[in-house]
């Protein structure tokens, strides 16, 4: 009897446990399909595609975008860079094997973007090799020891109408500036707000005491289109090397006229 007794009240503080709360794990949990979506409708509206707009940078209007200030052993490595890329033409490496661009570049190139909101979440889809950003908005941090994506790991929160966006774990093998690559103590601030109803801003800060001496601030503008829609990009169908070597050489197949279909069946079956 004392060992029965034993094993009911063992029981009995197992289904105590069990029935407990478990504060960490119910922080993990997803809201509630209903209350996570309907929270939504009070967030800003970013609807629609938006297409970077290089008329602020080079239009009538615009201005020589700032340069960070680097190391010494940063600058060292863009002027080898530079110096390189004048001697020999762009590298286009990467390029050709489809290589995505990272963060912050995958928000800078001429293609469009979309924000796609979920609970807990805010994502960015890029035309761009159809890439995806995925911002965490759930409260989570920033892992502490992160791998490196070339997108980074992201975490978000909201201060009124203005999504602040913070990014570690960048890949080597993608550009803080070009020539200059992520090390791993980069990190990234972005803070994105509509300045009008049909355009909106991105400010980007890069903090990387390996290269740069103060924080790298800058900003890109995007102008929105209702009415577009995001195409498919996928890299591996055109792009490969005219020749071997440095220079702009990819030929993107953009000079074949042939249909990639073939020719329409005849009439007859033939």
């Not at 774990?169 to 550009?175: A, E, K, R």
Request: aromatic share 8%; hydrophobic share 35%.
């Amino acid at each position: 009897m004392k060992t029965i007794g034993l094993t009911l009240r063992a029981c009995a503080a197992v289904a105590i446990l069990a029935a407990a709360p478990a504060p960490a794990q119910e922080a993990a949990q997803p809201a509630a399909r209903a209350g996570g979506y309907g929270k939504l409708v009070a967030l800003p509206d970013w609807s629609g595609v938006w297409q970077p707009d290089w008329s602020s940078l080079f239009g009538a209007n615009g201005r020589i975008p700032q340069q960070p200030q680097l190391t010494p052993e940063a600058q060292a490595r863009v002027d080898a860079f530079n110096k390189k890329q004048q001697e020999e033409g762009v590298d286009q490496s990467a390029q050709v094997n489809c290589l995505p661009p990272g963060v912050p570049g995958i928000m800078r190139q001429p293609y469009p973007v979309e924000f796609i909101y979920s609970p807990g979440r805010v994502t960015i889809f890029a035309e761009t090799y159809s890439q995806a950003r995925r911002i965490y908005t759930d409260g989570r941090p920033l892992p502490e020891d992160p791998d490196p994506f070339f997108n980074g790991n992201s975490v978000g929160h909201w201060e009124g109408d203005v999504l602040v966006v913070e990014t570690n774990g960048l890949h080597p093998l993608t550009n803080m500036i070009p020539g200059l690559p992520h090390t791993a103590t980069s990190t990234i601030i972005e803070r994105i707000w509509l300045e009008s109803p049909e355009r909106l801003t991105i400010e980007t800060t890069i903090t990387d005491p390996a290269s740069f001496t103060e924080p790298f601030t800058s900003r890109q503008a995007y102008i929105r289109h209702r009415d577009w829609q995001i195409r498919e990009y996928v890299c591996e169908e055109n792009n490969r090397l005219r020749s071997e070597g440095g220079g702009a050489n990819i030929d993107l197949g953009l000079d074949d006229e042939s249909d990639p279909f073939g020719p329409p069946p005849s009439p007859d079956g033939d």
